[in-house]
């Protein structure tokens, strides 16, 4: 049956590039990216986020060293990166938190990553390079940013045009990781 659309294309192609070329985002592309994120599915719709744009050169370059630092190697390519994204945890609706406390389950930070994927994969369908970084120093972040202290900077996404080559995914087997009718393995 034929599909659709090639979306499986778009996730093979999207990949966390750590290179990029000196050259500026568009603003168009940027917006798509933006409004693929704003799409996105939440728990009770309650699309807990905001997206920072950074990209006034200074500022960008403050945030990107909050990205590396310290004993790791990390993130120093974050530097190269034209523009960065910064997505901030808002408080959800009262039904969201209510269903967090009684499920016992982060939904909120599902939706991030969920939003935040969806601005990475259009991202890759622009031919723009992405890569979220969780690794990073919060309170400095918010600091440079003028974010309120009771909310938290969850995700940095890098944006711009890679410079780097294509790689080969690393992921677990499917048969290590999709099981049919029961959590226990077929002998
Ligand atoms: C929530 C989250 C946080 C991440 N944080 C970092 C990070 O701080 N630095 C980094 O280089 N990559 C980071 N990554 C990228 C992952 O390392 C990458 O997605 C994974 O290795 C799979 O590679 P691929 O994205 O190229 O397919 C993060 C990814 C996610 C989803």
Same mark, same amino acid.
């Not at 945030?63 to 945890?89: C, D, I, K, Y």
């Not at 990475?120 to 992405?130: H, I, K, R, T, W």
């Not at 918010?142 to 309120?148: D, F, G, Q, S």
């Not at 080559?165 to 499917?174: E, G, N, Q, V």
């Given at each position: ?32 990216? #933006? ?18 744009? +950074? ?11 909050? /990205?590396?630092?310290? +004993? ?5 390519? /974050?530097?190269?990166?034209? $523009?960065?994204? +910064? ?20 939904? /909120? *930070? ?17 031919? $723009? ?28 996404? /890098? #944006? ?17 990781? *999709? ?9």
């Amino acid at each position: 049956m034929e599909q659709k659309y090639d979306f499986l294309r778009l996730a093979e192609e999207r990949q966390s590039d750590r290179k990029y070329h000196d050259k500026q985002v568009e603003k168009e592309k940027l917006l798509r990216c #933006l409004e693929a994120a704003r799409l996105a599915p939440s728990a009770c719709n309650a699309q807990p986020w905001t997206f920072i744009v +950074v990209n006034d050169k200074e500022l960008k370059d403050a945030v990107a060293r909050e /990205t590396s630092g310290g +004993v790791l190697p990390l993130n120093h390519f /974050t530097r190269q990166a034209p $523009l960065l994204v +910064v997505v901030v945890l808002e408080k959800p609706n009262i039904t969201c938190r209510f269903g967090e406390i009684v499920k016992d389950k982060k939904f /909120t *930070i599902m939706d991030l990553g969920i939003s935040a994927s969806h601005f990475c994969l259009q991202a890759a369908s622009e031919g $723009l390079g992405s890569c979220m970084i969780g690794w990073f120093n919060e309170n400095k972040v918010k600091e440079l940013l003028n974010i309120p202290k009771d909310k938290r900077p969850m995700l940095i996404i /890098t #944006l711009g045009y890679p410079a780097g080559k294509k790689r080969k995914k690393i992921r677990k087997k499917p048969d290590d990781v *999709i099981r049919y009718n029961s959590y226990k393995q077929q002998q």
